[in-house]
């Protein structure tokens, strides 16, 4: 089946640098890719929507110029979280959709960030 | 705004038992999705729901979509211990996007062999 693929899948940096994390759908195209973010213990929540080609859509209370987002192709779309600071780690997970429908969304298997 | 309760909270079982968990929504929606979510890994879709009233069997699981439209539950029959890990439910068609998804709280499941 199709893959999307995260890299790195966990990192660790002091506070106050800048990490980026890429998300990659490997055997088709996405013009879309969504990046969630998930506290321990918690769900997934909508960060924003990744357009390739255009500006990403951020969902409220996100704040766009901390987690910068580029779809710089139809296969990837990073996410740079800048100047991180520990209350930034988190378990960043991406998701791409398949042409076919919503059931062919599919989940990379998470980046954990920890912001030291 | 939109809010997907999820129940119970955590299930630990001992192998062989049945599980059933559900979801309800505030608001209406036209697709409901159920995941699973090992430690550590991104969430696999289990079973999507495109109807009212829609039963859909995957294996040991089974899935309902509510008459309602506002909620779902999903049944496990005779757990085994890669049962094991987190599930949610999801709602398609969040924010009037059909791909973006909005997901529940999450029933942690232990299951004791």
């Known amino acids: 089946g199709a893959v999307v693929s995260q890299h790195p899948s966990w990192v660790i940096c002091k506070s106050g640098t800048s990490v980026k994390i890429e998300c990659r759908s490997l055997?088709?195209?996405?013009?879309?890719m969504f990046w969630y973010r998930q506290f321990p213990k918690q769900s997934l929540m909508l960060m924003a929507t990744?357009?390739?080609?255009?500006?990403?859509?951020?969902e409220q209370g996100v704040e766009k110029d901390k987690f910068l987002i580029n779809h710089a192709s139809l296969t990837l779309s990073t996410l740079t979280v800048t100047s991180a600071h520990p209350e930034d780690s988190s378990f960043y997970i991406c998701?791409?959709?398949?042409?076919?429908?919503?059931?062919?969304?599919?989940f990379g298997p998470g980046t954990r960030l920890t912001v030291l | 705004g939109q809010q997907l309760n999820q129940s119970p909270q955590s299930m630990f079982i001992q192998e062989g038992e049945d599980v059933s968990m559900n979801c309800t929504s505030s608001?209406?929606?036209?697709?409901w999705l159920w995941y699973k979510q090992d430690p550590g890994e991104g969430p696999v879709l289990l079973i999507a729901?495109?109807?009212?009233?829609e039963l859909t069997s995957n294996g040991r699981l089974t899935a309902q979509f509510g008459i309602t439209r506002k909620d779902s539950f999903l049944n496990i029959s005779a757990s085994i211990p890669s049962d094991v890990g987190i599930y949610f439910c999801?709602?398609?068609?969040?924010?009037?996007?059909?791909?973006?998804?909005?997901f529940g709280t999450g029933t942690l499941l232990a299951v004791q062999p």
């Open positions: 998701s791409a959709p398949n042409a076919g429908g919503i059931d062919t969304q599919y």
């Open positions: 055997d088709f195209q996405a013009t879309t």
């Open positions: 990744s357009n390739e080609g255009s500006k990403a859509t951020y």
């Open positions: 608001s209406i929606f036209n697709t």
């Open positions: 729901l495109y109807k009212a009233g």
């Open positions: 999801a709602l398609a068609g969040y924010g009037g996007a059909t791909n973006k998804l909005i």
